[in-house]
């Protein structure tokens, strides 16, 4: 669910839709892959917070947290639990 | 004697070796490759394979000693040891004289003669695309990504493995050890990809390069040439650069292939970039990603977490500040790492302040309703990459030119005295040629996502390609200086 809602963020979102594609899988770097660079992820952090309702810290701030939809679910459940 | 890559010596031993090679049993194959590898390392530059054993020797030891310690200070300090002397052993061949010539310069300025002389060192062949590479190694350990491998001899060719060896591509231990160490399958793919390979990268480098090396050569050697000139002279000069960094490394690709080990991809098609992200991740590949991996990202995510900038705002702010300040860095890295001198230090603030108008460019736009045409939209991307090569030509004004007046002169020109009737010069006829059909074929290779796909053709068209190559190398021709640009770094 929360995997689905990342990836309809990165479907349409005007920063990411053109890189973005059904193809890339939850577990695919998007760092790697250059749907995210480091500017866009200004805009992802921005979006994942108004829409699950969180909120990110500097010390959240690790690539780890942010490497593909797979990871980003994982730091969300953390982050709400 | 230096053993080009397309010169009948180096075709004549690879061949030699690539037949020892498969008749051996696989625990002979490495050696022998190492053998080769220090040989046609000596045939380079012999002077400097001591450098090579010492970063294979203190690597090999503290990868091993990261590994074992139990101790995080431990394994700190042999991770220092392995940045400390990779690093100090690149800074002093490569930066020491600039260091100096630059003391020199600036005591000057204040009417102080410090007595420094400059040392006049030459550059190692290889150095710094082996140093990044054998670093990655530690690096990797230390991070816990990789395990250290206990086989000199497999460490040792991975570090001087001749076809990447003096230019590269940067490989990670974690790409390529593991390859070195399989026992390989002869398989007649690999001839077929491996002669391809070889074959298009000499002719990008002997036939495109070289003959538009003249061309860039007659232009920068203009004292007062106009508008139009300049731009030619740098649209030859990126296609050159380009043609000879991307050939060589396709000619690296090839040699490895046919020894059943897959080297990365090094350019894919830059010329087809959008925008300076995209641009990086199709050019030198190999060091951009490296760059990425160890300065960039780490730099992104830890400037957040400073104290000071944490006070300065938000999330928002924090990330961009992360953002601007390890990409400052990164890009003078990536600049420096071609050389020390004013030229490639200007490149990287040239490169660092365009990007980031890009970007701001980029975010801007994105406020803009957005249309669903496609004509439009094909137009758009058209002028991105049109936009994109335009301004990675001007930046070769500052790789190539001779000196900061030249910069000066020619920048002056291109924008007060640019008569577009004069690109049509006849005797300029192959550039044109040149862009065509490299734009065309390029084309079809990106449509298709692979460059690889006219191996995977059926013989008559690959017959025609090569054929297609002979007759273009017959008509535009080779000259003199085969030298390959990328060898002085």
Redesign the interface.
């Known amino acids: 669910m929360i995997g689905e809602e990342i990836r309809e963020i990165l479907m349409t979102t005007r920063e990411f839709k053109a890189k973005m594609s059904d193809e890339v899988k939850d577990s695919d770097s998007l760092l790697q892959q250059g749907i995210v660079d480091s500017f866009g992820l200004i805009q992802l952090v921005v979006e994942l917070e108004a829409r699950f309702s969180i909120t990110i810290e500097p010390d959240d701030l690790q690539k780890e947290n942010f490497e593909s939809i797979d990871s980003m679910v994982g730091f969300i459940e953390a982050k709400r639990a | 004697m230096v053993f080009l890559f397309h010169s009948p010596a180096f075709i004549i031993c690879v061949s030699l070796v690539l037949v020892c090679y498969w008749a051996l049993p696989h625990r002979f194959r490495n050696r022998l490759l190492l053998a080769a590898s220090y040989g046609f390392y000596c045939s380079w530059d012999w002077r400097f394979l001591s450098l090579i054993l010492v970063s294979t020797f203190v690597d090999y030891n503290c990868g091993l000693g990261i590994h074992r310690a139990k101790k995080k200070s431990t394994r700190k300090a042999l991770l220092l040891v392995s940045l400390g002397v990779n690093l100090s052993l690149l800074c002093f061949f490569k930066y020491f004289d600039f260091f100096i010539e630059g003391m020199v310069a600036l005591c000057g300025a204040f009417g102080f003669d410090p007595g420094f002389t400059t040392l006049n060192l030459v550059l190692p062949l290889g150095i710094s695309f082996y140093t990044f590479q054998t670093l990655s190694y530690t690096i990797d350990i230390y991070r816990g990504k990789f395990e250290p491998i206990r086989s000199w001899i497999d460490f040792s060719l991975y570090v001087a493995y001749f076809p990447q060896l003096i230019a590269g591509p940067i490989e990670k231990a974690r790409d390529l050890l593991p390859q070195i160490q399989a026992v390989k399958e002869w398989r007649r793919v690999q001839l077929r990809e491996g002669i391809y390979l070889f074959v298009y990268g000499a002719f990008k480098k002997v036939v495109l390069a070289d003959s538009l090396g003249r061309v860039v050569n007659e232009i920068f050697d203009t004292p007062e040439a106009s508008g139009a000139q300049v731009l030619i002279g740098l649209w030859a000069f990126a296609i050159q650069l380009y043609c000879d960094f991307s050939g060589y490394s396709n000619m690296a690709r090839g040699v490895s292939h046919l020894f059943g080990i897959r080297l990365s991809t090094n350019f894919d098609l830059p010329f087809f970039s959008k925008s300076y992200?995209?641009f990086f991740?199709r050019w030198h590949i190999t060091l951009s990603g490296w760059i990425a991996e160890y300065v960039?990202?780490p730099l992104?995510?830890y400037i957040?977490?400073l104290s000071w900038?944490?006070r300065l705002g938000g999330?928002?702010v924090?990330?961009?500040l992360?953002?601007t300040l390890?990409?400052l860095a990164t890009r003078l890295i990536f600049a420096i790492w071609h050389g020390a001198s004013i030229n490639f230090l200007l490149l990287g603030v040239f490169i660092y302040v365009t990007q980031l108008l890009t970007?701001g460019f980029?975010?801007l736009l994105?406020r803009v309703p957005?249309t669903g045409r496609t004509p439009l939209r094909w137009a758009g991307n058209t002028l991105r990459v049109l936009l994109m090569f335009h301004i990675f030509c001007y930046a070769m004004l500052l790789f190539r030119s001779h000196d900061l007046q030249q910069i000066a002169a020619f920048t002056f020109a291109l924008f007060t005295d640019l008569d577009p009737l004069a690109l049509v010069v006849a005797r300029y006829w192959y550039l044109y040629v040149i862009m065509v059909l490299l734009a065309f074929y390029e084309a079809v290779q990106y449509r298709r996502a692979d460059q690889l796909f006219i191996c995977r053709a059926g013989f008559y068209t690959q017959m025609v390609f090569y054929l297609v190559l002979i007759f273009l190398y017959i008509q535009i021709g080779a000259i003199a200086d085969h030298r390959f640009l990328y060898f002085q770094f």
């Open positions: 992200f995209e991740r960039y990202m992104y995510f957040p977490t900038v944490r999330i928002r924090q990330l961009l992360g953002a390890s990409l970007v980029r975010m994105h957005e």
